[in-house]
Antibody, heavy 118, light 113 residues
Framework: QVQLVQSGAEVKKPGASVMVSCKPS????????IHWVRQAPGQGLEWMGW????????DYAQKFQGRVTMTRDTSISTAYMELNSLTSDDTAVYYC???????????WGQGTLVTVSS | DIVMTQSPDSLAVSLGERATINCKSS????????????LAWYQQKPGQPPKLLIY???TRESGVPDRFSGSGSGTDFTLTISSLQAEDVAVYYC?????????FGQGTKLEIK
């Protein structure tokens, strides 16, 4: 069965960086894009971008351009999302999701809470 | 960017009654080449990730109960729960995947009356 397992919760200080990992299983890692979506406390869903695990190609939402980097390590079938220059507004649960081939996420990770606090 | 607007923001429906959630996009998400609308619906319960319910505006994901249905085309879409069950209490989101950034609606909170 398809599963996406994310790394654990993080607490960071303003100005720091955070890296969240996402390890899918149950399918060929390089066969499907991975989305990253975040959700601030009590708020809605915000699409951050996606990565093609096969080529490493990425597409970031303009809001995060210059501050986010999505990468992957095909040797261990893991995707990463790094966000820099953190502020309290970046406090959120970060999700990875498998792209269905068409743009919607059909399987989601459990989420990683990132708390930014001084 | 395509703006997705849901209505209402919250909704209370009696058990066994119909629930209807609307979603409007700021531009058409219909691909004329194949007549498919790039619109998905998700259900999110507290403390859980979103769960895919509907894609291509009206195709039910495998395993989703048939009381959930999606309709609409172009810019106006609807998610209908034909007979509300207690386990349907959740927040529901629409999402367009016509063009990046793949934007979501603000969510509709569904409760039992």
């Amino acid at each position: 069965q398809v599963q996406l397992v994310q790394s654990g919760a993080e607490v960071k200080k303003p100005g720091a960086s955070v890296m969240v990992s996402c390890k899918p299983s149950g399918y060929t890692f390089t066969g499907y894009y991975i989305h990253w979506v975040r959700q601030a406390p009590g708020q809605g869903l915000e699409w951050m971008g996606w990565i093609n695990p096969d080529s490493g190609g990425t597409d970031y939402a303009q809001k995060f351009q210059g501050r986010v980097t999505m990468t992957r390590d095909t040797s261990i079938s893991t995707a990463y999302m790094e966000l820099n220059s953190l502020t309290s507004d970046d406090t959120a649960v970060y999700y990875c999701a498998r792209n269905s081939d068409y743009g919607y996420g059909d399987y989601w990770g459990q989420g990683t809470l990132v708390t930014v606090s001084s | 960017d395509i703006v997705m607007t849901q209505s209402p923001d919250s909704l209370a429906v009696s058990l066994g009654e119909r629930a209807t959630i609307n979603c409007k996009s700021s531009q058409s998400v219909l691909y004329s080449s194949d007549n498919k609308n790039s619109l998905a619906w998700y259900q999110q319960k507290p403390g859980q990730p979103p769960k895919l319910l509907i894609y291509w505006a009206s195709t039910r994901e495998s395993g989703v109960p048939d009381r959930f249905s999606g309709s609409g085309s172009g810019t106006d879409f609807t998610l209908t729960i034909s007979s509300l069950q207690a386990e349907d209490v959740a927040v529901y989101y629409c999402q367009q995947y016509y063009s990046t950034p793949y934007t979501f609606g603000q969510g509709t909170k569904l409760e039992i009356k």
